[in-house]
């Protein structure tokens, strides 16, 4: 889905550009003003300067008349509506939810000479490093990640509405929130993410979403661009009031698709997390450089540096190694294994999530949008211009900071939008979609490569042999690995790995919210969500044992054939490996992803384990 614009406030109300004006016509001081006259002079200079006043302020208003009929006409007088109780409507200016943009730096700067300001100027002083980090072994606790300090929200979400002191707004953006520490026990497992008594960490697997960005250059349902589109078009016709005032002067000030300030921050704060908790894992890199994959889209190599910035420093560079694989079409690649699925471009197959979407905002959103064309005259409002308003909340806040847009709606409707991205999402890449397996089965098999330590057996999904076959550019003997990749691709792999008991509610209905769903889009692939494949020595066990971590909530691995309950989530790695083994094995790409099925449209057919209709009918 695309994933938008407030004025930025100085917070002071003293200021007002018209009181500075009429302060600068008053005396600087005392010294200044004129000296006392008798009181029939007063009188008279009073009945002068009045009369001036008089007249400069009848001649200012003709003059602002006669200036907007010549650049508006007669709508600059009146709105075309009828007048009530005395109410004047003043249209929209033309620049409402046109785009504002800044292109830095500058193209040509006059001081642009890098010669005069190198980086590295010798006499740094003392450099003598410590022992790395241990955290994940060492701390009596785990440290939880809260999401954004840096963000803003409402002080008051909808007026006369019911509010819930634990209601956390930055929670109920689906994939658009950003990312926080799921809270212990919410997957069924009541164990900390830390290593469990008696067990060592031996090595870590991890996988990240990228950080907060812009929206996409597309979307099947709502986008912010579109709506500030047509705001824009019919600027002329329409005015605001009440709670959509700020309409009035709004325009859209996002980019498209790269990170956010806060999106670059979020993925250096993870960088600095995993290294203090997993820094030990880099003593075992005696005669290798530790190889981190991420691919080739802007906002994914972004994410790649700046994790690396913070798990490294800088410079960075030469401390690691960065494998930058493509994403584009007929390049395969498992960190975006859509791009060789060819029935993943058929959105009658790989899209079913829209109309089940649009099924739901037309039940939450249909009160909010009578509340909301209140005040509003002139510009007809759907309920997609509404569920648009909720995702311009999430965009503006992750990308200036903060949004007028959030404190339009109350804390169920903003349920209602956290589930509207649960269905999507559970209908386009996960436990719910018919190519979701498929898709994330190729990660699956590099993930058995490297706890095997064995080349992949086949190349028959989305792995490339090109780089997988080459122990330089995929290494298999390495103690930590780290990936980044897409929010989609990370459900596309929880569902290959067959993490069942985020489907024990699917699937998901569109005419209310399941009282107690597992699948949550906020807790599994927010921005910056991460998923840690951790894997421990545990002397009391006879096998290396592999645990599932996702935003540091430990999962249960029950749906994996053969893993055992555990209190702390643990499978032994050789059973975790043979039941993926067996899952590689009866996945069938080809047919997914080539084959010539179809599935009915709305909710005849249905699957809660992301495979297509069998070949065989």
């Known amino acids: 889905m695309k994933e938008l614009d407030v004025d930025i406030e100085t917070g002071d109300d003293s200021y007002k550009p018209e009181t500075e004006e009429q302060q600068s016509l008053l005396p600087s001081s005392a010294r200044d003003a004129p000296s006392p006259t008798p009181t029939t002079s007063k009188t008279r200079t009073f009945l002068v300067a009045y009369s001036y006043l008089i007249f400069a302020f009848i001649s200012g208003s003709l003059a602002c008349l006669l200036a907007q009929y010549a650049l508006f006409g007669t709508s600059c007088i009146t709105s075309g509506y009828p007048v009530s109780n005395s109410t004047i409507h003043v249209l929209a200016p033309p620049y409402v939810g046109s785009t504002a943009v800044h292109n830095w730096p500058p193209a040509t700067p006059t001081n642009g000479v890098p010669s005069l300001f190198p980086t590295n100027v010798g006499h740094a002083g003392a450099t003598p490093t410590g022992a790395e980090p241990a955290l994940i072994i060492t701390a009596p606790s785990y440290p939880i990640h809260t999401g954004a300090a840096q963000l803003v929200v409402p002080s008051a979400l909808h007026a006369g509405t019911k509010s819930t002191k634990d209601f956390d707004l930055f929670k109920k953006w689906g994939n658009l929130s950003p990312w926080y520490s799921v809270k212990r026990g919410a997957f069924g497992i009541d164990s900390d993410p830390g290593a469990p008594d008696g067990c060592n960490v031996t090595g870590l697997h991890f996988l990240h979403r990228h950080g907060a960005r812009y929206p996409t250059s597309w979307a099947s349902y709502g986008g912010p661009s579109s709506l500030a589109s047509r705001l824009n078009k019919a600027a002329a016709n329409w005015t605001a009031r009440g709670e959509l005032n700020f309409l009035n002067d709004w325009t859209y000030k996002l980019g498209e698709e790269v990170l956010t300030p806060f999106g670059r921050q979020q993925l250096f704060d993870l960088g600095i997390s995993i290294r203090l908790k997993y820094g030990f894992l880099l003593e075992k890199f005696t005669d290798a450089l530790p190889v981190f994959r991420t691919e080739s889209q802007d906002r994914m190599l972004a994410s790649a540096l700046n994790f690396a910035a913070g798990f490294w420093g800088i410079p960075y560079e030469n401390k690691y190694l960065q494998s930058i694989t493509i994403e584009d079409r007929g390049v395969n690649n498992t960190l975006a294994p859509y791009m060789t699925c060819h029935n993943g471009g058929n959105r009658a197959k790989a899209d079913r999530g829209t109309s089940f979407v649009k099924e739901w905002a037309a039940i939450y959103l249909k009160e909010v949008r009578d509340r909301l064309q209140q005040h509003i005259d002139g510009y007809t409002l759907t309920i997609e211009d509404v569920y648009t308003m909720q995702q311009m909340c999430a965009y503006e806040t992750v990308a200036i900071g903060f949004s007028k847009f959030c404190g339009l709606f109350a804390e169920e409707e903003w ?194 384990t992301g495979d297509v209709p069998s070949p065989l009918g």
């Open 415 to 608: 349920e209602g939008f956290n589930y509207a991205l649960d269905i999507y999402f559970w209908y386009n890449s996960a436990f719910g979609a018919p190519l979701a397996r498929a898709q994330g089965i190729g990660y699956i098999q590099e993930l058995v490569a490297r706890l095997t330590h064995t080349p992949i057996e086949s190349h028959n999904s989305s792995t490339n042999s090109t780089l997988d076959d080459n122990p330089i550019t995929f290494p298999l003997d390495h103690s930590l690995y780290v990936d980044a990749t897409h929010e989609v691709v990370v459900l596309n792999i929880i569902t290959a790995l067959n993490l069942s008991n985020f489907a024990a509610n699917g699937p998901l209905p569109t005419d209310h919210i399941p009282k107690h769903r597992s699948f949550r889009v906020s807790e599994l692939a927010p921005f910056s969500t991460n998923v840690q494949f951790q894997l421990l020595s545990c002397p009391s066990r006879d096998d290396e044992q592999i645990r599932v971590i996702i935003n540091d909530a430990v999962a249960p691995l029950t749906g994996i054939e053969g893993c055992p309950e555990d209190a702390n989530g643990m499978c032994p790695i050789p059973t975790f490996v043979a039941a993926q083994k067996k899952t590689i094995a009866i996945t069938d790409w080809d047919w997914a992803c080539n084959g010539n099925w179809e599935v009915p449209a709305g909710h005849e057919w249905s699957t809660t």
